[in-house]
């Protein structure tokens, strides 16, 4: 592959990312996922060896979570030297614990969380942290959660915020109070159009989650006679403008691969 992957500015968050981002849930997590096919967790060689790829292919934004498992504390240890290479994101709000998830948007635990991840991850700045919402994203708005982030961020903690969203009316309003956004959005699932259209219109960056449907769209291959079902995931998320980032899950090179050369191709058809 010659080409590079291009990177587009988050928003106004005075950062560039990558336009494929790299998502860990399978690095730490493989209970209470809804993947369509089982999985094994990679070893720490394995996991290394796919974060090289990544950056080797251009990819410069790394997505982890308190939920995700150990996926920080693997990533402390995994970009250890690399800090400078790496645009992080994480989140805050989402505990899972024995197979349980809980949440907490309280001022105290968000605070507790990001200390944390910055311990886990060890450094001492997260470039992105996110809610991690259970769905009630005009609730965790109202209760003041960006707030505690925002205070976060004045302290030079954090450098970006927002929340990674699950609803058009809820994800509109912390919009409004954010930097960047966290939405689905796929060839099966539009809903959050509108939350990806006004990041767009008001300088606040757009990562999306889900862009394969967590893979049911490639195994249900969609595909009709001429394109993949990944091509026309790729080229369907990057014919909206507003999108920054794309952030696919994969522990596999070979899609990785695939997955970096489809979004090339995407864009320049755009
Ligand atoms: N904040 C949130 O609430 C939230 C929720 C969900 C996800 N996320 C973030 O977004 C990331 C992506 O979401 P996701 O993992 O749910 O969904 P996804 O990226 O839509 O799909 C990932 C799945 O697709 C498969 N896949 C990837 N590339 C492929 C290819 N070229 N061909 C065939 N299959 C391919 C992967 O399997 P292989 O490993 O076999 O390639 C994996 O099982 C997560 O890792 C996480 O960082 C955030």
């Known amino acids: ?98 197979g349980q998830s809980s949440h907490d948007f309280s001022p105290q635990h968000l605070r507790r969380s990001v200390e944390r991840s910055l311990r886990r991850l ?23 959660a960006l707030e505690t982030l925002a205070r976060l961020k004045e302290e030079g903690l954090l450098r970006a915020i927002g929340m990674s969203s699950k609803t058009v009316e809820g994800g509109l309003a912390a919009a409004a109070v954010s930097d960047c956004m966290m939405v689905t959005y796929n060839l099966n699932e539009q809903d959050e159009r509108a939350v990806i259209d006004y990041c767009h219109e008001n300088g606040k960056g757009i990562l999306l989650k889900k862009v394969l449907a967590s893979g049911h769209i490639t195994v249900s291959e969609q595909a009709t006679e001429k394109k993949s079902a990944l091509q026309q995931s790729m ?36």
């Open 1 to 98: 592959m010659n080409q590079t992957l291009p990177r587009r500015p988050l928003g106004n968050c005075g950062f560039d990312v990558s336009v494929l981002g790299f998502g860990t849930v399978k690095l730490g997590r493989d209970q209470g996922v809804k993947y369509p096919n089982s999985f094994r967790i990679p070893d720490d060689a394995e996991a290394a060896s796919i974060i090289a790829l990544a950056r080797d292919l251009g990819i410069n934004l790394i997505d982890t979570a308190p939920a995700y498992g150990n996926s920080e504390e693997r990533l402390g240890k995994l970009l250890k030297g690399q800090r400078e290479d790496w645009i992080i994101c994480s989140k805050a709000g989402e505990e899972f614990v024995d």
């Open 122 to 144: 060890k450094t001492d700045y997260i470039d992105i942290v996110l809610l991690h919402s259970d769905g009630q994203d005009q609730k965790i708005v109202d209760e003041g």
């Open 235 to 270: 080229d369907f998320v990057f014919a909206h403008p507003g999108v920054s980032s794309a952030i696919i899950g994969t522990i596999n090179p070979k899609h990785l691969r695939e997955n970096v050369e489809a979004a090339i191709k995407a864009l320049e058809s755009v």
